[in-house]
């Protein structure tokens, strides 16, 4: 019984931050891309700015995360 609540929390747990990755990424993008809608058009300097942030962050959040074991 122990281990399948072992594995239940790792699944959990390993399921969480890959949610919260795809969350900070999306969120980045998003922003980026409204920031270089209301600039106008041209080179979307904004969206891959807030896009390698946010790959940045989340992937710092994600080798915490794993550290955390």
């Keep these: 019984m122990n281990k399948n609540k072992n594995d ?3 699944w959990v747990r390993y ?6 990755m795809a969350v900070i ?8 891309v409204a ?8 080179f979307p300097l904004f969206t891959l700015l807030l896009t390698a942030l946010g790959l940045v962050v989340s992937f710092i959040r ?3 995360g794993l550290k955390s074991n």
Excluded: H, M, P, Y
């Excluded at 399921?15 to 919260?20: A, D, K, V």
């Excluded at 969120?27 to 980026?32: E, L, P, Q, R, Y």
């Excluded at 920031?35 to 041209?42: A, C, F, V």
């Design 8 to 10: 239940l929390e790792n």
């Design 15 to 20: 399921s969480t931050l890959g949610i919260e």
């Design 25 to 32: 990424i999306g969120f980045a993008v998003w922003g980026g």
């Design 35 to 42: 920031i270089d809608r209301k600039r106008g058009g041209g």
């Design 62 to 64: 994600l080798v915490k």
